[in-house]
């Protein structure tokens, strides 16, 4: 096939959700010799695009993991920096009401600023009747968290334990009524979610990509979407391929690669310096970073 994605494309592969760790802001600003927050800002510019293409696609939701409960451990002024950044997008009501883009915000909203906070109201109820896409953003959000979370209200809810089934947990999650990720994508090198939508992503597919997240660009979503295409989604039930069902063979190199080059996207296997949701700069050390709109788990 050849390498064109379209709604057409999306559609086909049948794609309802996608979430994206936006990670290696601070890499990238220390790369170039310049403050984190020229990161993030830039970091800022790539969710914005990658949000446009998400829409010109067609894909119905995508979750972009903006700040984790972990972040709060940074220093203090980087972290009112980051969630000023984030205040200031979601006050900007044209730009995703231009998207015609429904804004969610999944994670603990109360222990944000009070402007934030506003911010949030604001943006989800004028956002509520958009339709082409539902955009939600993880703000202050930890997957064990939020499971821990519906375990309390189904137990604040008196249900009986003989009632309580997958169904009924998810349904008191932040992502109740949203179908599961089918794709999750992780840029900056690094291989694991990262506290992520863990009851969610069960079945997803993953994929890690050695780019940093203020590089990513519309081209990397694309590489992204056709690997996904080459994946076998079995489910735990062996192999569901036949010929009634299509099968993409995708020959479709990264971003910036030449034929036969080594393919820059790849599961590494190295060491890493961890140090979860904490940040701390090493140049291309392990986990623990992505911020708002790219860096800190």
């Not at 309802?16 to 990238?28: F, P, V």
């Not at 203020?214 to 056709?226: I, K, S, V």
Request: hydrophobic share 35%; charged share 25%; glycine share 10%.
């Amino acid at each position: 096939m050849d390498n064109v994605v379209d709604k057409n494309f999306v559609k086909e592969l049948g794609i309802n959700h996608i979430g994206i760790i936006m990670d290696g802001n601070g890499r990238w600003a220390k790369k170039r010799f310049l403050p984190r927050m020229a990161g993030h800002s830039q970091g800022a510019k790539a969710f914005k695009n990658c949000l446009n293409s998400c829409v010109k696609l067609g894909i119905p939701c995508v979750t972009f993991y903006a700040f984790s409960t972990e972040n709060w451990k940074r220093p203090q002024k980087e972290v009112d920096a980051l969630l000023d950044l984030l205040r200031q997008y979601l006050s900007n009501m044209e730009e995703y009401q231009k998207e015609n883009a429904r804004l969610r915000v999944l994670g603990e909203v109360d222990p944000l600023p009070a402007a934030l906070r506003e911010s949030i109201r604001r943006a989800e109820r004028e956002s509520a009747g958009n339709t082409a896409i539902t955009v939600n953003i993880a703000l202050n959000y930890g997957g064990r968290g939020e499971i821990v979370q519906g375990v309390k209200r189904l137990l604040a809810e008196g249900i009986p334990p003989e009632e309580i089934t997958e169904e009924t947990l998810s349904q008191r999650l932040y992502t109740a009524g949203m179908p599961d990720p089918d794709l999750i994508i992780r840029p900056s090198g690094e291989c694991r979610l990262s506290n992520f939508l863990l009851w969610q992503s069960a079945y997803s597919e993953l994929l890690f990509m050695d780019v940093l997240w203020p590089d990513f660009t519309p081209e990397h979503l694309n590489y992204a979407l056709h690997q996904y295409a080459r994946r076998d989604r079995r489910f735990g039930g062996g192999g569901l391929w036949s010929d009634e069902l299509p099968r993409y063979h995708c020959h479709h190199r990264a971003p910036g690669a030449e034929r036969g080059a080594a393919h820059p996207y790849r599961a590494l296997s190295r060491l890493s310096h961890r140090r979860p949701g904490g940040g701390n700069g090493g140049a291309l050390q392990g986990p623990g970073r992505h911020g708002l709109f790219g860096e800190y788990v």
